[in-house]
Nanobody, 127 residues
Framework: QVQLVESGGGLVQAGGSLRLSCAAS????????VGWFRQALGKEREFVAA????????YYASSVKGRFTISRDDAKNTVYLQMNSLKPEDTAVYYC????????????????????WGQGTQVTVSS
């Protein structure tokens, strides 16, 4: 069982930066891949970024590639999402999620792959 808690959201002007954190409980966190998703008002939840277990490969949605960076510190049981050059269209509730699935590499972008979810943190980017 893994419990996830996001933090670091807030209000920022366009062009600014935020760093989201996803703190996990559980001693085997390093064996889980973690993804970040976001959901804007009235829209479906969409994939943002993901990272394999043990700090391996990273994956990004095309809309955030080059602006966002996902990383993890397994000693702290925490995954980070550094968000730079924020745009108003990045406004959403951001969720982190974890999976131990062997199909991660081929389906990291799919919400259905993830077994555990946090409660979300609001990010608002003003123009």
């Amino acid at each position: 069982q893994v419990q996830l808690v996001e933090s670091g959201g807030g209000l920022v002007q366009a062009g600014g930066s935020l760093r989201l954190s996803c703190a996990a409980s559980g001693r085997t966190f390093s064996s889980y891949a973690v993804g970040w998703f976001r959901q804007a008002l009235g829209k479906e939840r969409e994939f943002v970024a993901a990272i394999r277990w043990s700090g391996g490969s990273t994956y990004y949605a095309s809309s955030v590639k080059g602006r966002f960076t996902i990383s993890r510190d397994d000693a702290k049981n925490t995954v980070y999402l550094q968000m730079n050059s924020l745009k108003p269209e990045d406004t959403a509730v951001y969720y982190c999620a974890a999976t131990g699935s062997m199909y991660f590499s081929g389906s990291y972008y799919s919400r259905n792959l993830y077994d555990y979810w946090g409660q979300g943190t609001q990010v608002t980017v003003s123009s």
